[in-house]
Structure formats: structure tokens, C-alpha cells
């Protein structure tokens, strides 16, 4: 009981990573509680300069992890906002039976009010499964020339027109529901970080070392910045590194609850590049058409999206169309194991079961079918010798197939954290972030990772008796 005439001290809460998780994280415990946010990366600061609105690659922000399964690079932002400042704003948070398998109090229901909260949708914020005053703005762009023949190609293949992606049930072609303003990517740096800076200590350009504790329980962390390395005495700790940062956090930290690395998850894709007019294609490079289809069931939803290679890699043709096609409820799982310095040493697992690798070459045949219809309209060339026309094409598939970026469901719910997000066998330490993930959701996992940043506020809140700030 406190001394009288004493008030309480306010909880002190130290939030491991600036990212998606993080940063809403942050924003529902400030004001209610005394809260630090370590991010390893940079503060790109306010106004957000150009490049984080309208450029994709950032090797100086990058943490640098390689999946091992096919030796490629793995880019992960090392930067306040964390994906959401170096990633694709693709704003498409996936169906109810995505999350079927999440177990109690995070199904699709327990989710929505985070979701809405999260979002202003332009085109359909009045319509009761979306938001109209959060500070991400959702938002459609009007469709290219080789978006107008893509959707027409589409639906002559039988796919449904679908003016909002992100309504229940809805599958088919059409607009991205995407998080730009004025076409520029529109995530937490630019969105939660002004909502979030005045109300909490931001440590950029510092580590969160290691977490401390008291038996179990966390009792702060160690980190190291500018200034060298500090101790935060907290009472809360919540992890937000994401799905490889936060198991390299708790090996650091010598925590040993279960299952930490098992269960990892992504969408795996692949590109057909096809040959398109440059001006057509430079109309809308990105964030263009969506195409969401489904093969014997709706869990074998796959998603196919067109967009500039250039934008991406300046090696590439200005002429060339990258039409992506990716698995959205893939049943293959990965891995994040403890490499040496405590480093995650990272397989993918892509295609490790039969039924992924049937699905994705049904997937790439339908997706043929499409892309045929618009070389036969003239819109487009598929160049001769095009890889998934070949023979051998489940060898080619292997050798091609690559991460979406969104990998999840290294420290998932039921695992190594329980339902309200305690690290289980700790006292004091919650997680925040992607990695928490059961399994992959079957829309991108941007706008999740915000959702579950808040959620995970909120328990903490209700953990401490607190009560929310407005
Ligand atoms: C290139 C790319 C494109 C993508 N495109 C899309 C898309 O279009 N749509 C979509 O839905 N999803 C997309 N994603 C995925 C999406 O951005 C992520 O799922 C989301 O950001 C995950 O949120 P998070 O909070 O788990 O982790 P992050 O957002 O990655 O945040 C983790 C943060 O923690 C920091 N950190 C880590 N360890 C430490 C430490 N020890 N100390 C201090 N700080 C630390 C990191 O620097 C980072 O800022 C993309 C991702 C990438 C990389």
C-alpha cells in the first residue's frame, strides 16, 4: 500500500523497437504511463524527408539478415516507423478466415476495432468494418492504362470486381487499398511518430542490448546509443524488434521460454515479367491493381499484383512489368534459430509442403490465363522462353521463389507468448510486434503489426488497472 499523502509513480514502460508494433504501442500507453521508445535506427524527424515517402531501398537502413534456405538478402527497416517507412504500403489486412486459428480473443472480431482505429479510408471510412479517424490514411489510386486491361483481362477470366479489398468476404480485381498521401508512403514514421514523439523518451540510434531481470522478472533493460551504455529501470518491457529482432532480443537476454524461432512464417511469391509500353507502366508503378483469387478453397487464396521492376531494382527495363504471384495462407513454416552472436540465422521455409507447391502452380497457371488475354489485346508482350512456360516448372518455381517481406509468427501466441502477450516464464515482459503472429494472416501484415501494437498496449494498460488517455 503507498505511504500516505504519496502518490504513485507512474508505470514505467521501456518499448524495445520503433517499428509498426512499437510506435502504436507507444502511442496508447503515453500519457498513462511514463514510456520510452528505443529504436536502433535512425529518427528521420518531421516533415518526413522525401526519400522515406517516395523511395524503395534503403541499404543504410537495413539490418542486414540473409534467409538461408536460398542465400538472398532479407531487408528489414532499422528506422523509427520500422517496415512501415521502408515497405510497399500495401494496406490490405486480410479476411476473417485468416485468422480462424488464432485462438480466443484474437479473432477477427476482437481485432476490427484496432483495425479501424488505426485507418482513415478515403473511399469507404463510413461503412462499419473500416475507420475514419485514425491517423493511417487508406486509400485507393486510380487505375493505369495496364491496370484498366489488367482488370478487364481479369474479369473476363471470372474474376469478381472488387472496388474495396479490405470489405468482408471480398475477393477479385481490383484498386489496392494502399497508406499514401499525395502518392507517398504514409506508415508510422510519417502517421504515429508526431502523435508519439511529444509524449514519450525516444532513444534513436540506440540498442536495446539486453533485457534485465530480477529472478523472472523484467526489471529493465541495457542499451546502447550515442551516449554509451545505459540501464532503464522499468517495470514494464515491451519487445517490438519484429519477427527477427525480437528472438535475437530474448537469446540476448538469456530468456528461455518456448518455442522462441518456431513457427515463422511468410508468403512466398514469385515474379512473370512481361514486357509493357515504359509510359504505361511509369502511370502507376506501384500500388496499382490487386488481384485476389482462390483455388479449391478460400484459404487457398493467392494474390497477384502487377508493378514497375525499375521502381525496385534500377538495373532493370523501364519496360518491364513484374506481375507478382503470391500464396496467401501457405501451410509451410520456417524458422529462426540462434546463430552465432545470438544472430537470427533465418530459413524461410517456402514451399516445404507439397500442397504450397501445387497451389502456387495453380496459382501461376490462372495468373497465365490473365496475363495471355492482355498479350492477345496488345497491352502487353510475354517475352519468349518466359520461365513458367517451360518445362520443368516446379524446379523453376524452387529456384525463384522469394520472401514477400513478411514474415511472422516467431514468438506466436499459444507458443512462446500467452494470450495476453506475456512472454511465458516471465514476469514484466510482454511482446508487441509481428513475430506474435499464430500464423501469417492472408492480407499483408502492415496493418496487422499496427493493430497488435495497440491491443498490446491496451493489456498492458488493463494489466496495471490503468486507464486509457484519449
Ligand atoms: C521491403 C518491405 C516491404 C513490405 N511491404 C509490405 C506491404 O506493402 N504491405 C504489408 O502489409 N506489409 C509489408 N511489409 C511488412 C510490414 O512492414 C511488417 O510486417 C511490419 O513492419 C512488422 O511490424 P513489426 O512491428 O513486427 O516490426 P518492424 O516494423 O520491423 O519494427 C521493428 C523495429 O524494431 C527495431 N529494433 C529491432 N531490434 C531492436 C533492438 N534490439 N533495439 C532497438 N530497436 C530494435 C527495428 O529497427 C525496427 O524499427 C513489408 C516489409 C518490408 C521490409
Redesign the pocket.
Known amino acids: 500500500m503507498p505511504a500516505r499523502g504519496r502518490t504513485p509513480r507512474p508505470m514505467k514502460v521501456v518499448i524495445?523497437?520503433?517499428?509498426?508494433?512499437?510506435l502504436w504501442a507507444a502511442h496508447r500507453l503515453a500519457g498513462s504511463a511514463e514510456v520510452t521508445v528505443?529504436?536502433?535506427?535512425i529518427d528521420p524527424g518531421d516533415p518526413v524527408p522525401r526519400r522515406f515517402l517516395h523511395e524503395h531501398g534503403f541499404p543504410d537502413c537495413d539490418?542486414d539478415y540473409t534467409d538461408t534456405d536460398s542465400g538472398r538478402h532479407l531487408?528489414?527497416?532499422?528506422?523509427?516507423?520500422?517496415?512501415?517507412t521502408?515497405?510497399?504500403?500495401?494496406?490490405?489486412r486480410g479476411q476473417a478466415g485468416g485468422f480462424a486459428d488464432w485462438g480466443e480473443g484474437w479473432q477477427w472480431d476482437d481485432l476490427l476495432p484496432a483495425l479501424r482505429e488505426i485507418e482513415s479510408d478515403e473511399q469507404y471510412g463510413d461503412r462499419e468494418y473500416h475507420g475514419d479517424r485514425g491517423p493511417i490514411r487508406i486509400t485507393r489510386l486510380s487505375p493505369g492504362p495496364l491496370e484498366r486491361a489488367f482488370g478487364e483481362a481479369a474479369a473476363a477470366e471470372g474474376h469478381a470486381d472488387c472496388p474495396d479489398h479490405n470489405a468482408p468476404g471480398a475477393f477479385g480485381v481490383g484498386p489496392w487499398p494502399t497508406n499514401r498521401v499525395d502518392g507517398g508512403r504514409w506508415g508510422?514514421l510519417a502517421a504515429v511518430a508526431p502523435l508519439v514523439r511529444p509524449r514519450v523518451n525516444l532513444r534513436a540510434q540506440?540498442?536495446?542490448?539486453r533485457i534485465l531481470f530480477d529472478g523472472d522478472s523484467a526489471t529493465g533493460v541495457e542499451i546502447e546509443g550515442p551516449g554509451g551504455v545505459e540501464r532503464l529501470p522499468a517495470d514494464l518491457v515491451l519487445c517490438?524488434?519484429?519477427?527477427y529482432?525480437?528472438p535475437?532480443?530474448l537469446w540476448r537476454s538469456g530468456v528461455d521460454a518456448p518455442q522462441i524461432g518456431v513457427g515463422l512464417q511468410d508468403h512466398p511469391w514469385v515474379m512473370l515479367d512481361v514486357e509493357a509500353d515504359p509510359d504505361a507502366i511509369a502511370q502507376r508503378p506501384v500500388s496499382g491493381s490487386l488481384l485476389r483469387g482462390w483455388l479449391d478453397d478460400p484459404a487457398d487464396e493467392y494474390q497477384v499484383f502487377p508493378f514497375s521492376a525499375w521502381l525496385y531494382d534500377r538495373t532493370a527495363s523501364r519496360g518491364t512489368w513484374s506481375v507478382s504471384v503470391a500464396l496467401m495462407q501457405p501451410e509451410s513454416r520456417g524458422r529462426v534459430t540462434r546463430g552465432p552472436g545470438d544472430r537470427a540465422r533465418i530459413s524461410l521455409g517456402h514451399l516445404a509442403e507439397r500442397r504450397d507447391v501445387d497451389r502456387m502452380l495453380t496459382a501461376i497457371e490462372r495468373t497465365d490465363a490473365v496475363l495471355a488475354r492482355m498479350e492477345a489485346e496488345g497491352t502487353i508482350k510475354i517475352p519468349p522462353g518466359s520461365w513458367w512456360r517451360g518445362v520443368d516448372l516446379e524446379r523453376e518455381l524452387r529456384r525463384r521463389v522469394e520472401t514477400?517481406?513478411?514474415?511472422?509468427g516467431s514468438c506466436g501466441i499459444g507458443r512462446t507468448v500467452d494470450r495476453r502477450l506475456n512472454v511465458r516464464g516471465t514476469r514484466g515482459l510482454k511482446i508487441v510486434?509481428?513475430?506474435v503472429m499464430p500464423s501469417i494472416p492472408n492480407?499483408?501484415?502492415?496493418?496487422?503489426?499496427m493493430a497488435i501494437?495497440l491491443i498490446g498496449g491496451s493489456l498492458a494498460l488493463a494489466d496495471a488497472g490503468l486507464a486509457r488517455t484519449p
Open positions: 524495445a523497437g520503433g517499428g509498426n508494433g512499437g528505443v529504436e536502433a535506427g539490418w531487408v528489414r527497416g532499422r528506422v523509427l516507423g520500422g517496415g512501415s521502408v515497405n510497399a504500403a500495401a494496406g490490405s508510422c540506440t540498442l536495446v542490448r517490438a524488434g519484429g519477427a529482432g525480437t535475437e532480443l514477400y517481406n513478411h514474415p511472422v510486434d509481428a513475430s492480407g499483408g501484415p502492415n496493418l496487422v503489426s501494437g
